[in-house]
């Protein structure tokens, strides 16, 4: 465990600085300690004390839901997984999954899941480490030693709703980065140093209560609601000190892709974002999260802070997995 406070490091350099980097917006180089972990690395011991003090109540939320609520999957190529139950005389039960993708449903995608084209894995990791059973960017990292600090909940779709400009999510809208700050300053709140970041859209809630032909005309059209892709985002997460980015939409950013900024840097997504965050930055990225409950209580009490508890599962160089993540208030 680290105890460097990387949040109050004075020469972490600015997204501006970033950009002069090989490759351009890259932290790679930023974190002398823990590196594969990431901007995690700025959710050190003194911002889990800080999200410790937003618990007066006892209160428990998980964040994930269940490995085969979304079935099919928005990704195609992935599947919901199969629950069998095993016996080897009848006092006894054991269980297996089959055809489990651990980001088939909530998620938290780690630093493998995305290669900077051109350039390599975040921080330079050579290509052939990245290889089933080899430590090198697993989510491994996050599980040996857990993603913990201040939640801090950004209601978007309240902030549209009681502007009159609700989100139709039927036609994916993209978001741009000014709705986090306009929301923030409704809520009365500040992102800290170190701050995991939610942001509740009501996607995941709304597709999941959808019609089954309206999810299956959205799934196919692959359009989700999310951020619109411009160097805002990046630049907004990295200058925040966010330690972690997480939404309930499917893909944090809006599909299909609404600009062309990184066309040319990421050719094969037709200019996602990923790249950006994941391999260049090294920002653990949480899809599909359910934040309907937290919200909830968040409207109720006007508290927008919570301890969060990010442990995914300890699977040695994996992709990605279900966040496992708790909230407590």
Do not use: C
């Amino acid at each position: 465990m680290t105890e460097t406070d990387n949040a109050a490091r004075p020469d972490v350099p600015s997204y501006a600085a970033l950009l002069e980097h090989v490759p351009p917006g890259s932290s790679w180089g930023v974190f002398d300690r823990d590196a594969e972990r990431g901007t995690a690395n700025f959710a050190g011991p003194a911002q889990v004390l800080d999200g410790v003090a937003a618990v007066t109540r006892g209160a428990v939320f998980s964040l994930d839901h269940a490995l085969d609520a979304f079935d099919p999957p928005m990704a195609r190529a992935r599947s919901a997984p199969r629950h069998e139950l095993l016996a080897a005389h009848d006092q006894v039960r054991d269980d297996v999954l089959h055809h489990f993708y651990p980001q088939a449903s909530s998620q938290l995608d780690g630093l493998r899941h995305r290669r900077a084209s051109g350039h390599g894995f975040y921080n330079g990791v050579p290509d052939d480490l990245i290889r089933a059973g080899h430590p090198a960017l697993g989510v491994q990292r996050w599980a040996e030693q857990p993603i913990v600090g201040r939640g801090l909940l950004i209601d978007v779709e309240g902030l549209l709703a009681a502007a009159g400009t609700p989100l139709d999510h039927r036609q994916g809208p993209a978001l741009d980065v000014d709705v986090l700050d306009r929301a923030l300053h409704a809520q009365g709140e500040r992102v800290r140093p170190g701050d995991l970041v939610l942001v509740h859209t009501g996607w995941a809630r709304w597709f999941l209560d959808a019609d089954p032909a309206v999810r299956g005309e959205v799934r196919d059209a692959r359009r989700a609601t999310g951020f619109r892709q411009t160097r805002d985002l990046p630049a907004w997460l990295w200058d925040h000190r966010v330690a972690l980015f997480a939404t309930d939409t499917f893909a944090v950013e809006v599909l299909p892709v609404a600009t062309d900024t990184f066309l040319a840097s990421a050719p094969e997504d037709a200019g996602m974002m990923h790249q950006e965050l994941i391999a260049k930055l090294g920002v653990p990225l949480g899809e599909l999260w359910n934040l309907t409950d937290l919200v909830a209580d968040s409207r109720t009490h006007h508290r927008w802070d919570a301890l969060v508890v990010v442990k995914p599962l300890h699977l040695v160089g994996g992709v990605g997995s279900p966040p496992n993540a708790t909230a407590l208030r």
